[in-house]
C-alpha cells in the first residue's frame, strides 16, 4: 500500500463545474496536508494546506481533512479550463519535516 | 525577490560524468529538499537539509551527493551518472515552522546518454 494514494485520473469536469479531487494516507501520525497544483512542464505549486480537522477555504479552493478516515480532499468550485493541471497530495508525519508525495490526479477542465 | 532558483535548467550528460545541480533560495530557509519526479513514481525525496552542514537521506539517495556550506545553496551531486538517473529534479525550501510549507523550484530536466 502507497503511503499516500490518489487516483490518476484524468478527472474531466464542465467548466463551472465542481471538481472533487480525493487524497488517502495511511499513517495515522500524519498531521499537516497539502495541496500542489503542477502544470505540465512546470514545478510544484502550494495551494492549499491543512492542518486540523474539517473544511479550509481559500476563494474557489476548499480543503477538507477527516483524519479518522485518513482522508484528504479538494473542491474547486467553478471550475475553469485554466485548473487543468496534475494536482499533487503531499503528507507531512509527525516526526519529520519531510514531506510524502501522492503520484497526482490530472484534472481536465473542457470549455 | 528571486525566491529559489536552480542551474542549469536543462543538462544532457553521458554515463560515468560527474554533474552537479545547483539550488539558490533568497528566503533564508532553514529546510532544503532535493526530489525526483519520474513517470510512475511522483515525487521522490533524495536528500535533505536542515540546516548548513546538516543533511539526511531521503529515500532515494544511492549515486547522490550532496553539500551544504551555506544556508542559502543546496548542490546536488552526481558522482557518475547513470541512465536510471535520467529524471527532473526539484529543489525546495521550508521555514521548517511546525506548517512546513515547501516551496518549489524551476526544476532541471537531466538526460544521461
Known amino acids: 500500500q502507497k503511503e499516500v494514494e490518489q487516483n490518476s485520473g484524468p478527472l474531466s469536469v464542465p467548466e463551472g463545474a465542481i471538481a472533487s479531487l480525493n487524497c488517502t494516507y495511511s499513517?495515522?501520525?500524519?498531521?499537516?496536508f497539502f495541496w500542489y497544483r503542477q502544470y505540465s512542464g512546470k514545478s510544484p505549486e502550494l495551494i492549499m494546506s491543512?492542518?486540523?480537522?474539517g473544511d479550509k477555504e481559500d476563494g474557489r479552493f476548499t480543503a477538507q481533512l477527516n483524519k479518522a478516515s485518513q482522508y484528504v480532499s479538494l473542491l474547486i468550485r467553478d471550475s475553469q479550463p485554466s485548473d487543468s493541471a496534475t494536482y499533487l497530495c503531499?503528507?507531512?508525519?509527525?516526526?519529520?519535516?519531510?514531506?510524502?508525495f501522492g503520484s497526482g490526479t490530472r484534472l481536465l477542465v473542457r470549455p | 525577490d528571486a525566491g529559489i532558483t536552480q542551474s542549469p535548467r536543462y543538462k544532457i550528460t553521458e554515463t560515468g560524468r560527474q554533474v552537479t545541480l545547483m539550488c539558490h533560495q533568497t528566503?533564508?530557509?532553514?529546510?532544503m529538499f532535493w526530489y525526483r519526479q519520474d513517470l510512475g513514481h511522483g515525487l521522490r525525496l533524495i536528500y535533505y537539509?536542515?540546516?548548513?552542514?546538516?543533511?539526511d537521506k531521503g529515500e532515494v539517495p544511492d549515486g547522490y551527493v550532496v553539500s551544504r556550506s551555506k544556508t542559502e545553496n543546496f548542490p546536488l551531486t552526481l558522482e557518475s551518472a547513470t541512465r536510471s538517473q535520467t529524471s527532473v529534479y526539484f529543489c525546495?525550501?521550508?521555514?521548517?515552522?511546525?506548517?512546513?510549507?515547501?516551496?518549489f523550484g524551476p526544476g532541471t530536466r537531466l538526460t544521461v546518454l
Open positions: 525546495a525550501s521550508s521555514q521548517g515552522t511546525v506548517y512546513n510549507e515547501q516551496f
Open positions: 499513517d495515522r501520525v500524519s498531521q499537516s
Open positions: 491543512i492542518y486540523s480537522n
Open positions: 503531499a503528507v507531512r508525519r509527525d516526526s519529520s519535516y519531510k514531506l510524502i
Open positions: 528566503w533564508s530557509h532553514s529546510y
Open positions: 537539509s536542515a540546516a548548513a552542514d546538516i543533511t
